[in-house]
């Protein structure tokens, strides 16, 4: 079975500042994807980015890009002049690709992100 | 159609009864999917439909939890019998099939809290 472990359950960053947060994965599959969510209190859960497993270019949104290690299972999210909005939770999630049947999200425990002013 | 729907936002219940959460999805949306999260923790999947089919229920998902997808647009996830241990938000998302990646785009959730 797939997991997905975010060992950062709390960080803090300065506004303004860059912050990267961890996530590593588990899985035998070659073709899947990979998700950074947003949780915001009391708010519903947004796409952050997105990887295909099948590209070697990390994924970039705006201040928003990964760093996509395939081999050593790692899937790090980089925040760029962060923003008092960036607070939230942020989790990191795994899908096998479409071929493979329902494309469940598997998702790690959380980081919750927190931005000082 | 601005996004998915959840319907109640919360929910109190006391234990032994029965509750019923409500999703709309994104209606071109296909799929539908069920999770469950608890405080602290990232969201678990419980059960997934493709248009009215339920194609894959969790063991999470025990006996006295069942879901619809009547039509293959809304659905319902009913909880029987409801114990402490169900208190959680039970988050509905839905995606297409038309693009080959499986972006979800969640509703706000349920939250249930059983006394």
């Known amino acids: 079975a797939q997991t997905v472990t975010q060992s950062q359950p709390e960080m803090s960053v300065q506004e303004a500042e860059t912050v990267t947060l961890s996530c590593t994965y588990d899985?035998?599959?070659?073709?899947?994807?990979l998700f950074w969510y947003k949780q915001p209190p009391s708010r519903q859960m947004i796409l952050v980015i997105r990887?295909?497993?099948?590209?070697?270019q990390n994924a970039t949104e705006n201040r928003f890009s990964v760093n996509f290690q395939k081999a050593a299972k790692s899937f790090s999210l980089k925040i760029s002049d962060s923003q008092l909005g960036d607070a939230a939770m942020y989790f990191c999630?795994?899908?096998?690709?479409?071929?493979?049947?329902?494309?469940?999200?598997?998702f790690g425990q959380g980081t919750r992100l927190t931005i000082n002013p | 159609d601005t996004g998915v729907s959840q319907d109640p936002r919360h929910k109190i219940t006391k234990r032994g009864q029965n509750v019923t959460f409500r999703c709309d999805p994104i209606?071109?949306?296909?799929?539908l999917y069920w999770y469950r999260q608890t405080l602290g923790q990232g969201p678990e999947f419980l059960t997934y439909?493709?248009?009215?089919?339920?194609?894959?229920k969790s063991r999470l998902l025990s006996d006295r939890f069942s879901a619809e997808r009547p039509k293959g647009s809304f659905s319902t996830l009913e909880i029987q019998r409801t114990e402490q241990g169900d208190s959680a938000m039970y988050l509905c998302?839905?995606?297409?099939?038309?693009?080959?990646?499986?972006?979800?785009?969640f509703g706000q959730g349920t939250r249930l809290t059983v006394v």
């Open positions: 998302a839905s995606s297409s099939n038309r693009d080959r990646g499986p972006e979800a785009f």
């Open positions: 899985t035998s599959e070659s073709d899947y994807y």
């Open positions: 990887q295909e497993a099948y590209k070697q």
């Open positions: 999630a795994y899908s096998r690709s479409l071929i493979q049947g329902a494309q469940k999200l598997v």
């Open positions: 209606s071109e949306h296909n799929r």
């Open positions: 439909f493709q248009n009215e089919a339920q194609l894959e």
